[in-house]
């Protein structure tokens, strides 16, 4: 768009306060009377409701979120390790054969169900009772 098609108030001037109260914009220079608004550095808090009591003050505290002290993990169990093609079992083979994510980044191995092969194991973690039974079906976990 060229300069001489831009639509008049386009390009609308700055407010000039504070230069004259024939602009009325003067004296106060729209900030009113006294009070923090006509300090200079202040700053509206998020949530501040002018001195009374604010909402998220006056709801009840209600549980523990402990999600963002835990690792986002990913869990497997044994009893889902026969959709997997082969013998190896790392993040890769997971994600090709449906049991996680695609955007996974770790997954923890449970002792749920039976073994009926011997996988080559190579996941972040696994469960005590998940090691015992592939080891004891000849697997081996690295």
Known sequence: MKEENIPSGANKGIRRVGRGEGNGHGKTSCRGHKGAGARSGYSLRAGFE???????RKLPQRGFNRTRFQSPRSVVNLSDLSRINGDQVDLESLKDAGLVRS????????????????YNVKLDSVSKVAQEKIEAAGGTIG
């Open 103 to 118: 955007n996974s980044k770790e997954v923890k191995l449970l002792g749920n169900g039976s073994v009926d092969k011997v």
């Open 50 to 56: 002018g001195g009374q009591m604010p909402l998220f």
